[in-house]
């Protein structure tokens, strides 16, 4: 069950289909958002996550699949419980996310060597060589969405996204 | 059906109650991840997010339920596609955030004079009621998520965020 990347066009934008662009949208007044930091974050996500889910749509990817495939992918034995304390969502969250992940057959559960009611998770061969084409296309979005900003400005953002919160 | 903001101390952050504060974990790779922006911004939402449950937790408030309310708020006589629109997401999306609030009886629908088979949306008097302490909470989690940040340093992350996707 190896997933093809799109056939669609990387550099397809959502504005230039006509869908949201998590602008703002002229003559409609924001109140109080206008001023919020959490709301100016909240539209360049609305705006991000159009082009991820699109990068993403032919591997059935969320942006939190991804984040998991990645860390069991570069940290060998993890259990559940560490893979969502690194992700910082609820283990809820975690069993969600790895339960898709084992229905696309790209994540195995198997036994701890070490604690027998543990399960360690790993990436599976199809997970291993899907995530090689998922890892690129996500860098095309990557580049895509920064696109805007200078190498100097890409550096200040991080910094300053750090700060937050 | 009023309800009162929370009584828990408002400075209380996620980090002093040993739960995920959405930073990097030490001694987890993280690989690919490192080096996207789209997973800074993302980073910074889920520690941003915690802090907005919290101060919104006895009001059921979420971010898109808190921004639909501003909205309606501002723009008499908006429609369900207008919302939509506003809001930078699915028409389903907004259904959905609409008959939440509805439901907690922050907001009414009533027939269009101009078109009588569209709503137009309005906040209902407890709704209103409700959005004075609901925006003084969310300006005070805004003044904290900000609060590592000098007054420059903010409008430049705004310019920069405006920049992305």
Do not use: C
Not at 46 to 74: G, K
Not at 88 to 97: K, L, N, Q
Not at 135 to 162: F, K, N, V
Request: hydrophobic share 40%; net charge positive; aromatic share 4%.
């Amino acid at each position: 069950m190896s997933r093809k990347p799109s056939s669609r066009p990387q550099h397809r934008r959502p504005a230039q289909r006509g869908e949201s662009t998590g602008a703002q949208v002229p003559g409609v007044e924001y109140g109080l958002l206008e001023d919020l930091m959490g709301y100016a974050l909240r539209r360049a996500q609305i705006r991000i996550y159009q082009d991820f889910l699109d990068t993403m749509e032919s591997w059935s990817i969320t942006p939190p699949r991804f984040s998991a495939m990645i860390i069991i992918d570069n940290n060998a034995g993890m259990k559940l419980t560490e893979l969502a304390a690194a992700m910082g969502i609820a283990r809820s969250g975690a069993v969600e996310v790895v339960n898709s992940l084992e229905k696309l057959g790209f994540v195995s559960r198997t036994d701890s060597e070490v604690d027998k009611r543990a399960h360690v998770l790993a990436l599976t061969s199809v997970g291993k060589k899907a995530l090689t084409g998922i890892a690129q296309a996500i860098q095309a979005h990557d580049a895509r969405i920064s696109a805007r900003l200078t190498t100097a400005e890409q550096t200040e953002l991080r910094r300053l996204l750090g700060l937050l919160g």
